[in-house]
């Protein structure tokens, strides 16, 4: 069985909880089963929402 990978882009402005929404929808899929990995676009060097996705156990790869 093939399974297909599903894609959602999450846009918004500074601020607006962008990334706290990918991680709730992200524990959400992951309780009822599934693989997700979540991808930012950190600028500067601390990099905050990476990191905080890495310690939520969710893959974290910065390209």
Do not use: P, Y
Not at 24 to 33: D, P
């Amino acid at each position: 069985m093939t399974e297909k990978v599903k894609l959602a882009f999450i846009g918004g402005f500074l601020g607006a909880g962008k990334t706290s929404l990918m991680i709730e929808l992200g524990k959400r899929l992951t309780l009822s089963g599934r693989r997700v990995a979540l991808i930012t676009n950190d600028q500067g060097e601390v990099l905050v929402d990476t990191k905080t996705i890495k310690v939520l156990d969710f893959l974290a790869q910065r390209f």
